[in-house]
Each structure stands twice: as structure tokens, then as C-alpha cells.
């Protein structure tokens, strides 16, 4: 195979061909039901096997923002898209965060919202829930 050949707009990779890879999901960081072909990546690396790729949900937490917010709970002082997680998770139904949070558009346009350890600990907030 020649070095950068376009297939079908998929520039391959000399190495891994399509490079496929199954996401994950970015909300519960479980395999998404769909397949990633990746191409050519910097390098000709092979695609990561178990990595976010972006922030669409999957199936199961597109159900899930239906019904709710889902809450994932974080070390304090994180921030930012991908704050460390530390195990808490948890979908409220919008009217139900709403009364706990205030000031809360941006997490219930989103359906997620990223809460500090101390903050769910006083809110009390269940640690282990299982999610399926």
C-alpha cells in the first residue's frame, strides 16, 4: 500500500489500513455501539482501542439525559472537559437538580454535570450506583 492513499476520504495508514477503534463513551466510559475508522494518525500510530474520541453520548446515556441530568462526581478543584473522576454516578430528574442547584442552565442544556467530591458528600449522594 502506498504511503497515504485516500479511500473512500479515509486517508489510510501504511501500517493499519482503515485503523478501526471502538470508542468510548465519554458520560459513563462504557464501549459505544459503533466503529471509529481513524486512517492515518500522526506518526502511522495505531488508533487507541479505548479512548473517547468525542463527546456525542452513547445509546444507553442518550436514554439516560432523557429522563435526566447525569451527575459525575469529581476530585475537588478539578475542571475543565475532563475533570478526574472518582466513581460517583447518577442521573436526577431535571426538576430534582434544578431545586439542588442553582444557576444550572448550561448542565441541564448539556445533561451532565460534573460535581465536586465535598459538594456530593454534603448533598449525600449515593457513591456506587450501578448505572446498568
Not at 83 to 106: A, H
Amino acid at each position: 500500500m502506498k504511503k497515504g492513499v485516500m479511500t473512500m476520504g479515509i486517508l489510510l495508514s501504511t501500517k493499519h489500513g482503515v485503523n478501526p477503534a471502538i470508542p468510548i463513551c465519554y458520560f459513563c466510559g462504557n464501549e459505544k455501539n459503533e466503529i471509529i475508522l481513524a486512517g492515518r494518525l500522526s506518526n502511522d500510530a495505531e488508533a487507541p482501542k479505548n479512548a473517547v474520541w468525542d463527546f456525542a453520548p452513547c445509546d444507553e446515556c442518550k436514554k439516560l439525559m432523557e429522563q435526566g441530568i447525569i451527575l459525575i462526581s469529581v476530585k475537588d478543584g478539578q475542571s475543565g472537559d475532563n475533570p478526574y473522576r472518582t466513581g460517583g454516578w447518577i442521573v436526577l430528574k431535571e426538576d430534582q437538580f434544578k431545586r439542588i442547584f442553582k444557576n444550572s442552565d448550561e448542565a441541564v442544556k448539556k445533561r451532565c454535570a460534573f460535581i465536586e467530591d465535598s459538594a456530593w458528600d454534603t448533598i449525600g449522594l449515593p457513591r456506587m450506583v450501578p448505572v446498568r
